[in-house]
């Protein structure tokens, strides 16, 4: 069949990301002999490109939607409209059918089916969901026999497919359908999966209901080739392994840095979500020997209270030997801490910025979080429920956040911009979202100055502070 595919993030903040997801959809439908072409809007200007894509003919087209919103309380945006704009604009010009795919898809199905008007849903992972819609398509079955898909009339549970077997070869080659450079250029770097799934139960999170709660692990030696394939066919030097959690299970990240070392890859990693939960002693240390410059850590807060009623799985005590290791490892972390939890109040405010300024590296950043967005079918939901902040017949696709109860809205704000004069390395969106970080971005990229370019963000943040004054 003739398939296109059309990945519509065009979110940059805080940079572009390449569309892995649409990529290992589309390397599957193409190894199964159909012909795809992909279509990317990071960069785009949608209408004009919209018309000249469904141009040429097809069979079927995909649109894929990475999430429902930035999940950002201070500047709040959902993306909803764009996609059901898109698709409007691709029904007057297209009678194809219509599939939806991509993370959002996972997160609330048969709503956003609805919402944005597409024909049917892949929920959970394309690769193979997909592929067995075309095939259905192809032999004129209804598509949504197919498993993994959905129509507007499908019922729940879905028939779902069993994980990706992910000890498979599994290549997006992004490169081989785009251009790598304007991702770098803005600070994007290329992503890998070393695995996929989360056994962990956090209240507010949607991973384990897009990828599972198994993990699937990649064997070190084909993403070892992977990572060669792709330094030496698009000349990508940095990289970062997008996994729910790189460093669990916790033998599996340890094996994966031992080989990177051994193979002198001569490449950097970044990013990796790093979870204190299990955290092996000598990790930090095999990491910076693969070639990890720096590492990301959702901590989400340093308070046990709040970290108990998260359900993160660690305490604070764990948070804190985390910061020690890899400050002894010589790696910078980017913390995110997420205030306004359940159990949050000032108090455990106050623990959490006592535990930034004294524990962590003074070349780290902590991004700070108002609220956290509800999403459906997580722990975030039911206890939004018990609590009366939500109704059961909300579908929660536009953004809706919970801040605990117990705390004061205007004082959390007050409170943390007083931090951010105290201390720059924290931040919150209102520094990201600066019209000047894309063009300082650019700027570093063109100069090649070492990334990452968020250990800049202090600095721009004493700059904020002191035209403030
Ligand atoms: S560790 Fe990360 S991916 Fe896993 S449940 Fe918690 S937030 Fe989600």
């Not at 944005?116 to 992972?125: L, M, W």
């Not at 520094?431 to 100055?449: C, D, G, N």
Request: with cysteine.
């Amino acid at each position: 069949m003739k398939v296109k595919l059309i990945s519509t993030n065009q979110e940059k903040d805080p940079y572009p990301v390449m569309p892995i997801g649409m990529c290992l959809v589309g390397e599957a439908a193409r190894k199964a002999g159909h012909q795809v072409e992909m279509y990317d809007m990071t960069f785009q200007k949608k209408q004009h490109c919209i018309s000249q894509w469904v141009e040429t003919p097809h069979d079927v087209i995909g649109i894929s939607m990475r999430n429902l919103d930035n999940c950002d309380a201070l500047f709040s945006t959902s993306f909803i409209p764009g996609v059901k704009k898109i698709i409007a604009d691709i029904r007057g010009r297209s009678s194809a059918p219509l599939v939806l795919g991509g993370a959002a898809m996972g997160v609330a199905p048969q709503a956003l089916l609805r919402e944005v008007g597409a024909d049917y849903g892949i929920v959970g992972e394309g690769e193979v969901a997909f592929v067995e819609l075309l095939k259905h398509l192809d032999s004129g079955d209804d598509p949504s026999a197919a498993r993994g898909v959905i129509s507007l009339k499908t019922k729940e549970p879905y028939r779902q497919i069993e994980g990706l077997d992910m000890r498979e070869n599994v290549w997006a080659r992004i490169g081989d359908r785009f251009s790598v450079k304007p991702f770098l250029n803005y600070e994007g770097v290329y992503p890998l999966q070393s695995k996929r799934g989360c056994a962990l139960k956090c209240v507010y999170c949607t991973y384990v209901n897009i990828e599972g709660k198994k993990y699937r692990l990649r064997d070190p030696k084909d993403i070892i080739e992977e990572i060669t394939d792709i330094r030496d066919r698009y000349n990508v030097r940095e990289f970062e392994f997008v996994d729910s959690t790189f460093n669990l299970p916790a033998r599996h990240a340890m094996r994966l840095c031992r080989e990177i070392a051994r193979s002198q890859l001569k490449v950097s990693f970044f990013g990796s979500n790093i979870n204190p939960i299990h955290l092996e002693s000598g990790l930090p240390e095999e990491m910076v020997r693969a070639g990890f410059r720096s590492i990301t850590c959702t901590a989400e807060s340093a308070s046990d209270r709040v970290l108990e009623g998260m359900r993160k799985g660690f305490k604070r005590q764990q948070v804190v030997q985390m910061a020690k290791q890899f400050q002894q490892a010589g790696l910078r972390v980017f913390w995110m801490f997420l205030m306004g939890g359940p159990g949050e109040k000032q108090d455990t405010v106050e623990e959490t910025l006592e535990f930034i300024h004294r524990e962590t590296g003074t070349r780290d950043v902590a991004l700070v979080i108002y609220g956290m967005r509800i999403y459906p079918n997580t722990g975030m939901e039911t206890i939004a429920l018990s609590e009366g902040l939500i109704q059961k017949s909300e579908e929660l696709l536009w953004p809706v956040f919970y801040m605990s109860p117990d705390l004061d809205h205007g004082w959390l704000k007050k409170r943390i911009n007083q931090a951010i004069r105290e201390d720059p390395r924290i931040f919150t969106s209102n520094q990201t979202q600066s019209a000047f970080i894309p063009f300082a971005q650019r700027a570093l990229s063109w100069m090649k100055v070492e990334r990452p370019y968020w250990r800049f963000l202090p600095m721009i943040n004493r700059v904020m502070n002191f035209y403030a004054n």
